[in-house]
């Protein structure tokens, strides 16, 4: 007899599923509630909050606000229906699309109703079984999906690891000789979990020194925005977004919305309009985010000050956190990842006693993400957040390593939900 699937699934949760029962609604599925800002309530107290990619602080911005507001009394949720190509073209789409690619300096865009499928189903688009995909280690999980869809060979190079690019490159290149295909390299621009920057210059010098020929496919979700002297991203940032031969966008981090986007030149992005899966079969991206997004390129181009206040947040933290002998990681960008060594249980303990006690809220990284044993608090500076917040998690940082240090937090367990008779979560820790 075939084996049940409800069974399979009740056998095995998956990593993180596996401890759903006694973390789920604090530290997996937690409620932020109030106005999205520096300040949110977590369980009826106000904390401080350190894990939304609002870099730019647009969420809430007043502009921001009435433009949404007023889109969505016009037009409501639903126009335009269908996708793109049948009935769901405006000229707000097509204007969208124009600024974007003014603003990131490529030919062309093709706005995508959500950045993941919308990679992904690029990756699919764009190559065929006699191409070859060359990646970096640490890929988004859009990418990797990207990756799986493809018929055709894949190579993956060590995280930001150029002899090992190199290698790759070269076992790539061997190939297509035989197959007569192409290599598609894919990486990103700012890696989101540990906030290193790819190596994008080094990439583009490989192509321009003639060893290699590829195209380039850039995923800069978190360098759109934050990064380069207008915004435009890591490309410009590092000063090769020339080298860059397709670039995505989101518009769920510095844009503080949904949608996302693909820039390169016309005729690739008329290829992507007429042969790109999720988008083709797709509904197109209702009006509201449409002009709300075109609201908030505006603001991220002509208000510098919102991304000065980012970098003046980052660095004080960084700097602050290094100080204090703090390990960083490799990040140079606003992403900030505080490392510790600890087990699962003392991480959650930490979670726990930042959020319970000194009302920080920020979020945790555990194995599989990093080596076990490894904890990462990972914080993300916006630009609403303050000197005086800075401040703070700093000195509440310092009291937590040394609680961690001092055992503390050391417990066998993972800190565990218990419901209390109004059927809301709680929290138990003995020893904090
Ligand atoms: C690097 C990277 N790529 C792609 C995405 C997916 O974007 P979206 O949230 O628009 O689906 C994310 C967001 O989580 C991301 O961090």
Known sequence: MALDIFEKIKANRGPI??????????FTFPKLEGELGRKMTF?????????????LGLANHPEVRKADADSAAKWGMAYPMGARMMTGQTSEHEALEAELSDFVSKEDTILLNFGYQGMLSAIDCLVDRKDVIVYDSESHACIIDGVRLHAGKRFVFQHNDMASFDKQMERATRLVEETGGGIMVISEGVFGMAGDQGMLKEIV???KS???NFRLFIDDAHGFGTM????AGTGEEQGCQDGIDILFGTFAKSMASIGAFISSTEDVVEYLRYNMRSQMFAKSLPMPLVVGARKRLELLRTQPELKA???????ALQKG???AGFNLGRTNSPVTPVFLSGTL??????TFDLRENYAIFCSIVVYPVVPKDVIMLRIIPTSTHTMEDVEYTLETFKKILTKLKDGVYRTDAIAQVETDSLGSAKFKLDNI
């Not at 599923?17 to 604090?26: D, I, R, T």
């Not at 380069?228 to 915004?231: D, E, L, N, Q, Y």
């Not at 249980?345 to 930490?350: G, K, T």
């Open 345 to 350: 249980a003392e991480a959650s303990n930490i």
């Open 17 to 26: 599923g596996q401890h759903a029962k006694g973390v789920h609604g604090y």
């Open 228 to 231: 380069g002297k207008t915004g």
């Open 309 to 315: 206040n980012l970098w003046k947040i980052s660095n």
């Open 205 to 207: 010098e490989f192509r």
């Open 43 to 55: 369980r009826g107290k106000e904390c401080l909050i350190w894990s939304i990619n609002n870099y």
């Open 321 to 323: 956190f290094k100080e």
């Open 210 to 212: 003639g060893k290699y």
